[in-house]
């Protein structure tokens, strides 16, 4: 099975192939969707380490004296707090307060951060950044913003045994920032690839809720990087357990985990508070930004629904736009659902009339015409023990 | 992988991936290409012996990690057996689609349209 012509592949796809991956398009992107079993995928990211292609997700950089200034105004969030060195997740919000895209942003340096938004809304996104440069009271943002996506391979390596692995491939002198790297921060290490030094941006971040780390190569510097730091991983990790994972397993862990995914629990019609992410929403300490005036009416009036987990004992999966019902009443709709691998039974992100989101609440979700129990549960379904 | 590499030449099958081997009564799978388009099997819903299946009517349900999809019957007729251990362990439809996880057997009255390998194979091929 070849690409489609609208499908771009990525550094790695001809190891995907050589790995027998199932394919998918993604977001524009020929993806490999699994290797084997997703399941087994998904539960050696809990028990061991799983390797993933993350290459399709877009790379933005936002750099010049002012870069701060501007994302602090065209994000919800307050991007100037943050240290060099260190991450922060953010909301990029219209003027209705919708999410046109959720993202991590890097503080590479004073002057210099590295936006990471979801493939599909990587045009979006960088349409919205370039868009916001300029204020309505005139200013202009002295920033320069640069599209990296084509030039930059991600490669995540998530799960108790990441660090180990990693520590495998790093050189002596990267030994050290690696074990000092916290969760949410970045640094520059450099891999022994044994055909060579290569230099990589390391991330203790994730979408799977296990320890991890995420790794952005220079694609356009050394068009092979990507290859031979796959191959690396993969086999320094062969002894921890380390296996390929695929698209499905990266969305079962992050439902697991209790994270949105925009498309899903986020869009542009979904604010942050009904997605329970009004703390990302600086509106205490920032007094203008892009969307303010619409998020602070929503805080104030409160949301119409609410984001709450449904669970039950089967592994009867309530999947996306079944209708939630409460007294026979339709009072909401699920965004995601699967049958939780960890867990072992149906798992759902859903949206529900307020006052119906309280934990214990019993609702019912229609399974293809057959009304079946689900009940609110706390977030997030799975948490790693610390 | 071509699509005839996934099927299995003793069978014919349903445009929506069924198939049916020549016994009598007849036993009732899915095709090595619908199981893997599902990925993991967690949960399969199946006819009660007894029961009076129509060809091209759902009769059933086969559910994965990522998706659900119906089962329809590519024969009319009365179930017969309904293979408990595929109930038991869903799984066997990853490992072993065309064998241990046959999904039930039918005393067949007619058939529906039926596929040999070769043209359900190259009906997925051009998909």
């Not at chain 1, 997605?275 to 930004?289: E, M, Q, R, Y």
């Not at chain 1, 293809?368 to 023990?385: I, S």
């Not at chain 2, 929506?16 to 036993?27: G, I, Q, T």
């Not at chain 2, 038991?88 to 040999?116: H, I, R």
Request: charged fraction near 20%; aromatic fraction near 6%; glycine fraction near 8%.
């Amino acid at each position: 099975m070849s690409a489609p012509n609208n499908s771009k592949p990525t550094a790695l796809s001809s190891v995907h192939e050589r790995l027998g991956a199932s394919f998918t398009d993604f977001g524009g992107w020929w993806m490999p969707l699994r290797y084997g079993s997703d399941v087994a995928e998904h539960l050696a990211v809990r028990q061991a380490a799983g390797i993933f292609d993350l290459s399709h997700m877009g790379e933005v950089l936002v750099t010049g004296p002012e870069a701060a200034a501007f994302l602090d105004y065209a994000l919800v969030g307050r991007l100037s707090a943050v240290e060099v060195g260190r991450a922060k997740y953010s909301l990029l919000c219209n003027e209705q307060g919708g999410v046109i895209d959720d993202l991590i942003i890097y503080r590479l340096g004073q002057d210099e951060f590295l936006v990471v938004p979801n493939a599909a809304n990587t045009p979006a996104a960088l349409a919205a950044l370039e868009g916001r440069t300029g204020t309505p009271d005139g200013h202009t943002f002295d920033v320069t913003i640069s599209d990296r996506t084509e030039a930059t391979a991600l490669i995540a390596v998530q799960g108790p045994a990441s660090e180990a692995i990693l520590l495998e491939v790093v050189t002596a002198d990267s030994v050290e920032a690696v074990k000092a790297l916290r969760y949410y921060a970045i640094v520059d290490v450099v891999v022994e690839t044994g055909d060579g030094e290569l230099p990589v941006k390391l991330a203790r971040t994730g979408y799977t809720g296990e320890d991890g780390f995420e790794i952005y190569v220079d694609a356009e510097a050394d068009p092979e990087a990507p290859q031979r730091l796959w191959t690396l991983l993969e086999s320094a990790g062969q002894s921890y357990g380390l296996v390929p994972c695929g698209l499905a397993s990266r969305d079962s862990l992050r439902l697991e985990a209790g994270m949105p995914l925009h498309g899903h629990e986020l869009s542009e019609s979904i604010d942050p508070f009904s997605a329970g992410l009004g703390p990302v929403v600086a509106l205490k300490s920032k007094v203008s930004f892009v969307g303010r005036d619409a998020l602070a009416a929503i805080k104030e009036s409160g949301p119409q629904r609410k984001l709450v987990g449904l669970a039950n004992d089967t592994k009867r999966a309530a999947r996306p736009g079944y209708a939630v019902l409460h007294d026979g009443d339709t009072v909401g709709e699920v965004t995601s659902g699967a049958p939780s691998p960890t867990l072992g039974h149906a798992i759902a992100l859903a949206f529900v009339r307020p006052d119906l989101a309280e934990v214990g609440t019993e609702l019912q979700v229609d399974l293809r015409g057959k009304p079946t129990p689900f009940t609110v549960v706390a977030l997030p379904f799975y948490k790693r023990e610390r | 992988m071509s699509a005839i590499d996934k099927v299995n030449k003793d069978y014919r099958y349903s445009a929506e991936h069924e198939w049916v081997d020549s016994a009598s009564p007849a036993k009732i799978g899915l095709s090595q290409i619908a199981v893997d388009a599902l990925g993991d099997v967690v949960y399969v819903d199946l006819p009660e012996a007894g029961a009076t299946v129509t060809a091209g009517e759902v009769c059933g349900e086969v559910e994965s990690t990522k998706s659900v999809s119906e089962i329809y019957s590519p024969v009319t007729g009365t179930v017969a057996e309904v293979n408990d251990a595929v109930i038991d362990d869903p799984a066997l439809l990853n490992s072993d689609p065309y064998g241990a996880a046959w999904l039930f057997s039918v005393e067949v009255d007619s058939e529906g349209d039926l596929l040999s390998p070769e043209e359900y194979a190259a009906a997925q091929d051009q998909e």
